[in-house]
C-alpha cells in the first residue's frame, strides 16, 4: 500500500451520497427501478416524513432521484425514483467504497499471515 | 431482499466512524499499528492540521484513537494511534458497510440475468 499524499483522502465519496440517510435511501431505490412510494420509502428507510423530505431535496437538487407527486389532496400520491444520472453516480460512489474495504481488508490480511503492516 | 420496516435504515453506520475524513484517518491508522505521526496522517489523508485536529477530537472522546505529543516546542511531535477499542469499532462499522455493498450487488445481479427487482 503506498503511503502516497492523499491515499486516504477519499475523495470520491461525495458527500451528497455517503451521508448515512441518503446512502440508505439510495439503495432501496437501486432495488425498485420502477420507484418507491413516499410512505413506503419513509418506512424502508426508518426516516420521519420531515427527514425523508430533506434528504429527498438534497438529491434532487443533485440531480440524482425525482420526486413526482401525482393527485390532489388525500387521494395525492409521491413516488420517488432514482434518476440515470442517479444510477451512475451511486455506481461510481460504490467502487470508492470498496476500494475502502479493499485497503482495509489488505490489513486484515497482512496481519492473518503474521505480516504486521508497518 | 425483504423489504421489512428499516431495512435500508443502516443503524450500524456510526456517524462517529462515517464521516468520510474520520473514514479515512481511521483506514490510515488501521494501516499502522505503530501509529502516525501528525503531519504524516494529515498529509495521507489530504487534510489541514485544523480540520484533522477537529476530527481527532471527535474521534478521540469516542475513545477510538489516542493522541499523544512528546517533546516540547519545535522539538514537539504528535502520535496518532488506533486504540484497541477503534480497531474492534472500525471493524464492525466495516461489516456493515459490505452488507450496503452486499444489497447494492444483489440489485446488479438480478439485472445481469434478467430479473429486474420489483
Do not use: W
Amino acid at each position: 500500500m503506498a503511503d502516497t499524499p492523499g491515499r486516504f483522502a477519499y475523495d470520491g465519496l461525495d458527500r451528497v451520497l455517503h451521508e448515512k440517510a441518503r446512502l440508505g435511501i439510495l439503495t432501496a431505490l437501486a432495488t425498485r427501478p420502477a420507484g418507491l412510494l413516499f410512505p413506503e420509502l419513509a418506512s424502508l428507510c426508518s426516516l420521519t416524513d420531515g427527514n425523508l423530505n430533506r434528504h429527498l431535496d438534497v438529491l434532487a437538487q443533485a440531480g440524482l432521484v425525482s420526486v413526482a407527486k401525482e393527485g390532489q389532496g388525500r387521494a395525492s400520491r409521491t413516488t420517488v425514483r432514482m434518476t440515470p444520472t442517479g444510477r451512475q453516480r451511486f455506481r461510481e460512489y460504490l467502487a470508492h467504497l470498496e476500494q475502502v474495504l479493499r485497503d482495509a481488508a489488505a490489513v486484515e490480511a497482512a496481519r492473518n499471515v503474521g505480516l504486521e503492516p508497518t
